[in-house]
């Protein structure tokens, strides 16, 4: 496709319960972020993918959440025994990657996000 | 990634030209300013980005002070559809964490028909 597409758009569960988040970035762009948006606040960096290199989990608020990327392309982002706190928009964003990846002059291109709620 | 500063909000009536401002008093000679907006209910949206030239684009015109401690973002004619959440940011291509994003609170501009 021509964007970056998130599933599901919306996504209710009960505490406790694992919850898994797709994102199918931009075909051709080796780097993937993903964020999370909490209701009305900026955003809140959670991991970077960039090609095979080993992913920045830098951002990751616990061990409860993980994320692969398989084949370079299409990542999940999984949050097991979710807590009322982990409500948000989650966030998938693809930049041009390369050597321009991260840097000063890249320009990233996020989904529509997926919103979980947790009751 | 150097700090910035927004308004926290902001009306235009539709139609008319809106200006965006922003301030970066301790921007850096190699850092580039940058803006997104959000509208409701989506994921943000380049806009444009700038070293030290003014820059047009098909959403916007960026406007950088001399100095570069502001700039600002020129709508030129206001639609109700850019009613949305405006994020002036600064990118260098040294720190921060492999070029995540922060985003600060931003502007929400309001359009008015």
């Known amino acids: 496709g021509a964007g970056v597409s998130q599933s599901p758009s919306n996504k209710v569960t009960e505490k406790g319960k694992d919850v898994e988040l797709r994102c199918d970035p931009i075909?051709?762009?080796?780097?993937l972020y993903w964020y999370r948006q909490s209701l009305g606040q900026g955003l809140e960096f959670l991991i970077y993918?960039?090609?095979?290199?080993?992913?920045?989990k830098s951002g990751l608020p616990s061990d409860r959440f993980s994320a692969e990327r398989t084949g370079g392309s299409v990542s999940t982002l999984t949050i097991q025994r979710t807590q009322q706190e982990d409500s948000a928009v989650y966030l998938c964003?693809?930049?041009?990657?390369?050597?321009?990846?991260?840097?000063?002059?890249?320009?990233?291109?996020f989904g529509p996000g997926t919103r979980l709620t947790v009751l | 990634d150097a700090k910035t500063t927004q308004p926290n909000s902001m009306e235009s009536n539709e139609e008319e030209p809106v200006h965006l401002p922003c301030n970066h008093s301790t921007i850096s000679g190699t850092d580039y300013i940058h803006w997104y907006r959000q509208l409701p209910s989506q994921g943000p949206e380049y806009v444009i980005h700038g070293l030290t030239s003014n820059v047009n684009n098909r959403m916007a015109s960026l406007a950088i002070a001399e100095d570069r401690k502001s700039s600002t973002l020129i709508l030129h004619r206001a639609t109700l559809r850019d009613a949305a959440v405006y994020y002036c940011i600064l990118r260098s291509n040294y720190g921060g964490s492999q070029g995540n994003l922060i985003f600060g609170k931003g502007t929400k501009l309001s359009v008015k028909p």
């Open positions: 993918f960039q090609g095979n290199s080993a992913p920045d």
């Open positions: 075909s051709g762009h080796t780097a």
């Open positions: 964003a693809s930049p041009r990657g390369g050597p321009l990846a991260g840097g000063a002059t890249d320009t990233q291109y």
